[in-house]
């Protein structure tokens, strides 16, 4: 279960990535807490029975990038508001391509979240492994699922 899970949000990374910001990524395996990357977001799928959190963490310039693409601008107009607001809706698009590809009717997307990693003490989602993605041999990224039981609505 959780490998076919596991290959369904990369196959929804790729494809959300691909169509919507105009960048095709490798994937590859990885250490949960790489320092490498500079922003998070996050969004949670939830039911009675707990939360799955979808968390994505990226380096800065592969987020500028990234949004500079979705928005049509160049680079160096990208604002750091812009930035989070994309990769909130990247976030959204993941969240819900995994919940329409898992058919799982009862649980609820939730509100997506961004924050710079390592500051405010917001490094929320510390999970046992993921997987990185690279964008023209660098890495750009990486992914992380996890189930986190009880307390769901």
Known sequence: MALE?????????SEVLESMFFAMVE?????SGD??????SEIHLTNHKGHIAICLRVSEEFARMITANFLGI????????DLKDSLKELANMVGGGYHARTNNEDRHLGI???WKMGCEGMDKTLADAGFGFAF??????????????????
């Open 112 to 114: 997506p979240s961004v």
């Open 74 to 81: 160049e680079e160096t107009q990208v604002s750091e508001d």
């Open 5 to 13: 899970s596991e290959q369904v949000l990369r196959d929804v990374i």
């Open 27 to 31: 994937f590859e395996e990885c250490e």
């Open 136 to 153: 023209c041999g660098q890495p750009a990224g990486s992914a992380v699922l996890s189930y986190l039981p009880g307390c769901g609505q």
């Open 35 to 40: 320092g490498s990357f500079d922003y998070a």
